[in-house]
């Protein structure tokens, strides 16, 4: 370490548990964090500041300024300007810490680029919406033995989980299914910050401890909590299951893309919108929809307001319909205005 770092970090350094060794650890790790929302913005800000040398955020969504309650990463400007989250937060963690690498990444995570964008990662923190991408998550964290933190929250409740390749169950052992029917999300049952960055923390507090070479640390148990009864509640992982598709028999089925689907975006009312990633010209497609309704694009993406809905197009051809959880309408008004 440097005198500098030295300085910096120097009351994690006198953290026994951590010292000089783990800082050291620390500053040659690599994080991946999935979703740079609500939970994934106070993992990239803790992170970075912990001194953790290489952190990469994946992110498909933009900033909206319903985010701001939540979403520590975020200011005013960047709502008004519709920057990918994972552009904002790449250029305020690297005002926070010069001396780390940050890489951002406006994508979505998918069966076709997730083994590639979570490539060298040490540890994946949760911060996606969906168990979809979480089943995608943990397919490939159990194929390549990469420990992964599972972490969900809304309304006041909150639900923390490690999962050690190998060693704890996977989330498909816990959770063989999604849960069915309708479920409580942001949009519908809103969310506190507080819980937020309380499942944030201890997510983050799981991975500083594997980064800093103290796995042996991370206790495999669930800890779910409502901050606004007061009750905390934790329970040990089930044993791993000797019939788990995924850690047992080792069918990554979510990794196959052999269960994909367009999917509702916690909090937006909203669907995103798969396509096969192709380059999409922005300046010409702004040109021929400023005629037909409201326009605004910045170098990442198109933003088209036809009411009573609202389309977001990323460079790559995905997109984001804003005014329906209906797939087939999302579906429609892209085919529509940018065609098949």
């Known amino acids: 370490m440097t005198p500098g770092e030295r300085e910096r970090y120097s009351r994690q350094l006198l953290f026994a548990e951590i010292g000089e060794c783990g800082q050291e650890k620390l500053l040659s790790s690599h994080a991946v964090i999935v979703g740079c929302g609500a939970l994934g913005s106070v993992h990239a800000v803790a992170l970075a500041r912990s001194g953790v040398g290489h952190l990469t955020i994946i992110d498909r969504d933009f900033v909206d300024e319903s985010n701001l309650q939540r979403q520590f990463l975020f200011e005013e400007s960047d709502a008004a300007e519709a920057i990918p989250k994972a552009v904002a937060a790449t250029r305020r963690l690297q005002r926070i810490n010069s001396g780390i690498d940050v890489r951002g990444v406006v994508a979505d995570l998918n069966p076709s680029n997730a083994e590639e964008l979570i490539a060298g990662a040490q540890v994946i923190l949760d911060g996606t919406d969906n168990f979809e991408t979480r089943y995608l998550i943990n397919d490939v964290a159990v194929s390549r033995g990469v420990p992964w933190i599972y972490g969900a929250a809304v309304a006041s409740y909150g639900i923390e989980m490690p999962v050690i390749p190998g060693r704890t169950a996977c989330l498909r052992c816990v959770f063989p299914d999604a849960p069915a029917g309708a479920q409580p999300t942001c949009d519908t049952a809103g969310v506190l910050n507080s819980i937020i960055a309380a499942i944030a923390a201890l997510q983050v507090a799981d991975a500083v ?46 990794m196959n893309g052999e269960k994909r689907a367009p999917i509702s975006l916690c909090g937006r009312n909203a669907v995103q919108i798969h ?37 977001t197009i990323f460079s790559d051809g995905r997109a984001i319909i804003k005014g329906t959880t209906d797939p087939a309408v999302a579906r429609s008004f892209y085919a529509r205005y940018v065609g098949n």
Do not use: Y
Not at 227 to 233: K, S, T
Not at 287 to 303: K, M, P, Q, W, Y
């Open 275 to 311: 396509v096969a990633p192709h380059p999409m010209d922005l300046d010409g497609l702004k040109r021929r929809l400023t005629a037909l309704g409201e326009v605004r694009s910045n170098e990442f993406a198109l933003r088209f307001a036809h009411p009573p809905l609202e389309m």
């Open 209 to 254: 401890k594997i980064l800093s070479g103290r796995c042996d640390r991370v206790i495999p148990r669930i800890t779910r909590m409502d901050l606004w009864n007061g009750a905390i509640r934790q329970t040990d992982q089930p044993d791993r299951d000797p019939d788990c598709p995924a850690c047992a028999q080792r069918d990554f089925i979510h």
